[in-house]
């Protein structure tokens, strides 16, 4: 068996010592979550906020097509289309950050038959080229009168 030399005993503090060190930033940045409550949202009927921030990125939950006065347009795409990414816009202004800084949007349409015009108007919302990262799937929704819901990330 090896015997410990004093020159063996201070190579490995300050190993242990350089881990320490490493380890503590991760532990210190713990970013505060703050829910955002846009004024101008009706409240969710189900438990979640319409985002919450974590230092300076924004998560939007899944913006649905209700108007401020809780309406739906009923089997009208585009109006839902729009009204939702009114809705994320309102979000997404009461965290503090826009569409300009959305980084990542997920999209879920009921029927992807709505793919192209969904494009189509999607694209509006946004300066040629600098669109956000991107995922759009088919499936089935909680209400029966949504045809689309959006969610995003964003930085602030």
Same mark, same amino acid.
């Given at each position: ?24 930033? =991760?532990? =210190? =940045? ?9 004024? $101008? ?34 089997? $009208? ?5 729009h009204q939702v990414m ?27 038959? $709505?793919?192209?015009?969904?494009? $189509? ?8 080229g600098n669109y956000p990262?991107?995922?759009?799937? +088919? =499936?089935?929704?909680?209400h029966p009168d949504f045809?689309? +819901?959006? +969610? ?5």
């Amino acid at each position: 068996m090896a015997r410990k030399t004093k020159k063996t005993a201070r190579k490995a503090a300050p190993k242990k010592a350089a881990v320490k060190r490493a380890a503590a930033p =991760a532990r =210190a =940045a713990g970013a505060v979550r703050k829910v955002i409550v846009p004024k $101008d949202l009706p409240k969710s009927g189900v438990p979640l906020s319409h985002a919450v921030q974590v230092g300076n990125v924004l998560y939007v939950s899944g913006s649905t097509p209700f108007a401020p006065d809780g309406s739906i347009a009923k089997g $009208d795409f585009a109006a839902q289309m729009h009204q939702v990414m009114a809705n994320i816009k309102k979000i997404l202004a009461a965290g503090g950050s826009s569409l300009d800084k959305a980084v990542k949007v997920n999209v879920i349409l009921t029927r992807i038959s $709505d793919f192209f015009t969904m494009n $189509d108007i999607y694209k509006t919302y946004f300066k040629d080229g600098n669109y956000p990262a991107r995922t759009t799937i +088919e =499936a089935p929704l909680a209400h029966p009168d949504f045809l689309l +819901e959006i +969610e995003c990330v964003a930085a602030i």
